[in-house]
């Protein structure tokens, strides 16, 4: 590929023995093209230094970055039927979801539920794995869900969701596109509890998933550069025969046209939320208001 990876890395291979250095050592930014030491990148939470590019992560790094000290405990989910249409492509769905929970390691489907505390307060995160079928929205999404949403009530906490994901998961058909109205009644029962439901939307944000939860928080953030949108770019183009703006379906398109509340750089994520979080949850005044003046004291006449 490179001078980099032909020359150099079996050189240093040679000289350290193979198996000391992964092959992982070296990343490529999709952004810049810039070959990145993987654990800078990995200290600089997977941005690239170079170009600010915000490369995808998985869940369980995720709810490290958005917890207070990287500390939370990831709850058990809702065992769900596994396969139930039987369905088969290239490969059996049970293959596909073996494999899945071999790639990722974070769980037994593509939504992770954890809580634990941001900005002090109690909170509830759901993140999508997108390792895991490309974060596709089964049954065991939207199980996943409302069980982060009963939790959220329970612990009086606020819910986050980071959605990861490409939409509905074509082997579980029907069953995948009855998630949608699932998930939006989760997202009711934390704003029906008056507690925050607060959606942080990373790259990519699509399909059915970008049309129900992902799209109605009280709050929506999203990382720099994230895909967000229903159907692809190119299939917008050929279907309306026109070339779309520069920036369309990016984070900061969407906040151009109002569609999100903020773009937030991953390094002040936790912040913003614990922020956001504190204010919803409290909005009272931090300091005593000054007393009234004796003429804004007296009673107005009733009308
Ligand atoms: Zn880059």
Request: glycine content about 10%; hydrophobic content about 45%; proline content about 6%.
């Amino acid at each position: 590929m490179s001078w980099l990876t032909n020359f150099v890395l079996p050189k240093i291979r040679a000289a350290v023995g193979r198996k000391a250095v992964p092959d992982n050592l070296w990343h490529k930014c999709p952004g810049c093209e810039q070959m990145l030491f993987y654990r800078e990148l990995e200290a600089n939470l997977h941005v690239c230094r170079n170009c600010g590019h915000h490369l995808r992560i998985g869940a369980l790094s995720r709810l490290k970055i958005l917890f207070d000290d990287g500390a939370f405990a990831q709850i058990e989910l809702p065992k769900t039927a596994i396969d139930p249409l039987r369905f088969r492509d290239r490969k059996r769905y049970t293959d596909r979801l073996k494999e899945g929970q071999t790639a990722s390691g974070s769980g037994s489907d593509a939504v992770v539920v954890a809580h634990g505390r941001i900005g002090g307060a109690p909170a509830v995160v759901a993140a999508f794995e997108f390792g895991f079928m490309g974060g596709s929205m089964g049954v065991a999404a939207g199980e996943a869900l409302l069980a982060a949403a009963r939790l959220a009530v329970l612990q009086e906490a606020a819910l986050v969701v980071v959605p990861a994901s490409g939409g509905a998961r074509m082997q579980e058909g029907v069953l995948s596109l009855m998630q949608m109205p699932r998930a939006i009644i989760a997202a009711d029962i934390v704003k029906e509890a008056g507690l925050p439901y607060i959606v942080v939307l990373t790259d990519p944000t699509t399909g059915g998933v970008s049309a129900s939860f992902a799209m109605v928080g009280d709050i929506t953030l999203a990382e720099p550069g994230a895909i967000i949108g229903f159907a692809g770019a190119r299939v917008i183009e050929e279907t309306i025969h026109e070339k779309l703006p520069e920036g369309f379906q990016r984070a900061e398109y969407l906040l151009e046209h109002g569609m999100i509340d903020q773009v937030v750089p991953r390094a002040e994520l936790r912040a913003t939320l614990g922020r956001i979080i504190g204010l919803l949850r409290d909005p009272h005044p931090a300091a005593e208001l000054p007393a009234p003046t004796p003429a804004e004291a007296e009673p107005r006449g009733a009308e």
